[in-house]
């Protein structure tokens, strides 16, 4: 238990992490067709316009493995009081951030890219804390 509590930040931060990426990744895999046409059309007028199947794809692999590192990561703080999964899971969720904020530059919605912008700041923080 005293590694639960003297490990907090890190483990509130990559429960973060767990939820964002595991929640989005599922919602990717349930509903592939409608994210898929969505990002189509998004994305209709860039350079990705003809690699969004692909593209998607690799996201969907990358928050997978993001909320999947950052979850084991929270056991291994709380039981060892370190965690080098952890610490993977929040550089893997560093990448797949700054990859989600290049596909909304180069789709022109500053809006939404400033919304990774509100995820990626955490998320450099945790690295910063962890490493």
Request: charged share 10%; hydrophobic share 55%; aromatic share 10%.
């Amino acid at each position: 238990m005293n590694h639960l509590f003297s490990n907090i930040t890190e483990i509130l931060l990559l429960a973060f992490l767990t939820i964002v990426f595991l929640q989005s990744g599922i919602d990717k895999l349930l509903n592939w067709k409608g994210n898929l046409s969505w990002l189509t059309g998004h994305f209709s007028k860039s350079l990705f316009k003809g690699s969004v199947p692909v593209l998607l794809a690799i996201i969907l692999v990358m928050e997978m493995l993001s909320g999947i590192l950052c979850g084991v990561g929270i056991f291994q703080a709380a039981i060892d009081g370190e965690s080098i999964i952890g610490f993977y899971g929040a550089i893997l969720s560093a990448v797949t951030l700054l990859m989600l904020l290049l596909g909304q530059r180069v789709a022109m919605d500053y809006e939404g890219a400033k919304t990774i912008v509100v995820y990626l700041i955490p998320t450099v923080f945790l690295v910063y804390l962890m490493q």
